[in-house]
């Protein structure tokens, strides 16, 4: 059961410094270990509409199958997934289809979508679901790892072909994502399983934070501030002090061991 894991947390969001309200949601939901960062799109604040509807499903589901395990999911289990990787891809189908078919029913929701990463803890595992170019680190020692590949263009750019840090800090669409959701009816999801050790810091994170704040001061912060409300608000405080010109969310889980 997902409550054998033993995890520290902490999560917090910011408006940022350019923006006039918070696209941006997010939720700790300590009753699954469930952690959950969503970054919005969408003109007349229908991203907020769309990360909140994301975090609010993955979060509904995720509760009403651990209270009703025999509970009735919307998509089929897929054979080459375990049960807990299939659960956190349906949480994200599932979310995926909701925000479509809102944004399907109300002209003023039209285009809206967001991007969703999940990391969920389980036994000895962690879990991470992706869609988007919000991420997850992790924090092992003094090393520093990007476990997840942005949906980008930019990305998609970098993988084509060699680009020079200028050329990358130069490039027209930073922000265009190929894949996110609430674009198409259905999404690919990027599963992610990584066995953790105990002292491991998993970062999840808005492109608030990794758009501004580079991997060396992202891991030197999170080294530096031991307490997790520190970390946090420190990355966060980076972010706006290097312009700050999205909003910014992180979530910190640290790994105790398994119980």
């Not at 894991?5 to 696209?23: I, M, P, S, W, Y």
């Not at 997840?148 to 930073?174: C, R």
Request: aromatic share 6%; proline share 3%.
């Amino acid at each position: 059961m997902p409550g054998q894991a033993r995890v520290l947390t902490a999560g917090t969001t910011d408006v940022g410094r350019k923006r006039t309200h918070n696209e941006d949601s997010f939720a700790l939901v300590e009753s699954e270990h469930l952690y959950l960062v969503a970054d919005g799109m969408g003109g007349h604040a229908s991203g907020e509409v769309a990360s909140q509807m994301a975090i609010n499903t993955m979060s509904e589901f995720f509760q009403a199958t651990s209270a009703d395990p025999e509970a009735t999911w919307p998509y089929k289990m897929d054979k080459t997934r375990g049960y807990e990787e299939n659960r956190l891809v349906t949480g994200v189908k599932l979310a995926n289809r909701r925000i479509f078919e809102a944004a399907q029913r109300e002209q003023r929701l039209h285009g809206m979508g967001t991007t969703m990463v999940s990391l969920l803890c389980v036994r000895d595992l962690c879990l991470i679901g992706h869609v988007g170019d919000s991420r997850v680190y992790r924090l092992r020692g003094n090393v520093l790892e990007q476990l997840t590949e942005d949906h980008s263009l930019l990305n998609d750019y970098m993988k084509m072909k060699s680009m020079t840090p200028e050329e990358v800090a130069n490039f027209p669409h930073k922000n265009v994502i190929v894949r996110a959701l609430g674009m198409k009816e259905t999404v690919k999801v990027d599963a992610i399983l990584d066995t953790p050790q105990a002292g491991d810091i998993y970062a999840l994170c808005s492109d608030g934070l990794s758009g501004q704040v580079d991997h060396d001061d992202v891991r030197d912060l999170m080294v530096k501030h031991k307490d997790l409300e520190a970390a946090s608000q420190a990355l966060i405080d980076k972010a706006n002090e290097n312009g700050g010109p999205d909003n910014i969310t992180v979530i910190l889980v640290k790994w105790m061991g398994s119980s």
